[in-house]
């Protein structure tokens, strides 16, 4: 090597290690702020709310897919991302119950009713809970919530009923089961049920004649009785998919331009109306 190759290679060795030192300085003068921005977004801002929204979109589909436990880690994420997110611990909940974590779906579910209180979905599944936990007068008290919150879907007072069988209340379980069948004439647990408790009671003639009722429902498939897996207890045992607010704004948006799109054609309407009328009775006056 040459004494100018030489003069050459140690100029690139000296620019190189000033601008490395350069840039660890600007790296280590940086820092504070770039660890600021780079932070984990806090619980209840936008960023952490629209990843709330999608962990919990995400672990829906996994329920949907009758696969719990993944359900539970997005869940578990969405609380993470916004602690505020109680729809997240409402399934997060739900997903305990799918893997028959009984106590603590319980105290998932007990949490989100007190956040939730007009929740059916959470008031459902804690009395579900109750239920797989025999504490039946408690799962009687939060099925009843349900029957208050939305009066007219019967699959809560066939809960209703079913638990006041179990403690032997059959006068409560028989008028429980009557008002589902008022509101679902083919509710099959609820005709089966009511079958039951009226022969516990001892009315054997009303017993025969509704267990005839529940075989021609099944027979004729105009009804399925309630079975144990994931969403087989009415539709309020599904895991909660409460639209984000983007997607709340948009569908606001739309039926607001699809009402100013009505009117308009109303409008249209009207004063076409107004013209056609006006010429008809032009016609009229100026007649000979």
Wanted: hydrophobic share 40%; proline share 3%.
């Amino acid at each position: 090597m040459n004494s100018i190759q030489r003069r050459a290679v140690g100029a690139i060795s000296i620019c190189g290690i000033f601008i490395c030192g350069g840039a660890i300085l600007m790296r280590s003068g940086a820092t504070p702020a770039q660890e600021k921005g780079a932070a984990t977004k806090k619980p209840g801002s936008p960023g952490g709310i629209a990843d709330a929204y999608r962990f919990n979109t995400l672990g829906v589909a996994y329920m949907n897919q009758q696969r719990p436990a993944d359900a539970q880690k997005y869940f578990e994420q969405a609380l993470a991302a916004d602690a505020k997110f109680y729809v997240a611990r409402l399934n997060l909940g739900v997903s305990l119950l799918g893997q028959q974590k009984l106590e603590a779906a319980r105290a998932a579910l007990a949490a989100a009713a007190e956040q939730l209180p007009k929740d059916p979905y959470a008031w459902y599944n804690l009395g579900l809970a109750y239920k797989d936990l025999g504490d039946a007068e408690k799962g009687i008290g939060a099925f009843q919530h349900v029957t208050e919150i939305a009066p007219n879907e019967p699959d809560a007072y066939y809960f209703v009923g079913y638990l006041n069988s179990q403690i032997q209340k059959y006068d409560e379980a028989i008028a429980a089961f009557q008002k589902g069948l008022a509101l679902a004439p083919y509710h099959a647990s609820a005709e089966f049920g009511l079958a039951r408790a009226l022969q516990r009671k001892g009315d054997s003639a009303a017993a025969r004649e509704h267990l005839a009722r529940f075989q021609k429902i099944t027979s004729e498939h105009l009804g399925v009785p309630f079975g144990a897996g994931y969403g087989d207890q009415g539709k309020y045992s599904l895991a909660e998919l409460r639209r984000s607010r983007c997607d709340i704004r948009r569908r606001r948006a739309r039926s607001l331009r699809r009402a100013a799109a009505g009117t308009a054609w109303q409008s249209d309407r009207a004063r076409a109306r107004v013209f056609s009328t006006s010429m008809a009775m032009g016609r009229r006056i100026f007649s000979w």
